[in-house]
């Protein structure tokens, strides 16, 4: 788990992905963030609501990793932000390092 300062990211590649949420080129728009992230088992493999976290075990293979990411967003609508990723077995999570998050 890595926290971060408001508008940084951790800078990619970090870690093979285990599907295309992660390390992809952004989505163009609202539609295509949506359909990407419907096909993503890492989206599937943690959920958060009100607070909470609730992690599917079902969707995380045998020895991948659940990366996550949070940011604190300084803001009264959203107090943070948090990307989640699931790395492919084998691939090692590098450290993070902080660079300015863009759009």
Not at 80 to 85: A, C, D, E, K, N
């Given at each position: 788990?890595?926290?971060?300062?408001?508008?940084?990211?951790?800078?990619?590649?970090?870690?093979?992905?285990?599907?295309?949420?992660?390390?992809?080129?952004?989505?163009?728009?609202?539609?295509?963030?949506?359909?990407?992230?419907?096909?993503?088992?890492?989206?599937?493999?943690?959920?958060?609501?009100?607070?909470?976290?609730?992690?599917?075990?079902e969707y995380i293979r045998p020895s991948e990793t659940?990366?996550?990411?949070?940011?604190?967003?300084?803001?009264?609508?959203?107090?943070?932000?948090?990307?989640?990723?699931?790395?492919?077995?084998?691939?090692?999570?590098?450290?993070?390092?902080?660079?300015?998050?863009?759009?």
């Open positions: 788990m890595t926290f971060l300062a408001p508008a940084t990211r951790c800078e990619v590649p970090r870690f093979v992905g285990a599907d295309d949420s992660y390390g992809g080129p952004p989505a163009g728009n609202p539609e295509e963030l949506r359909e990407l992230v419907s096909k993503a088992r890492s989206y599937k493999a943690i959920q958060a609501s009100s607070g909470t976290f609730h992690i599917f075990p659940l990366v996550l990411e949070f940011s604190d967003e300084r803001s009264a609508q959203a107090r943070w932000r948090m990307g989640s990723w699931l790395a492919k077995a084998g691939s090692p999570v590098k450290p993070c390092n902080p660079v300015p998050r863009t759009g």
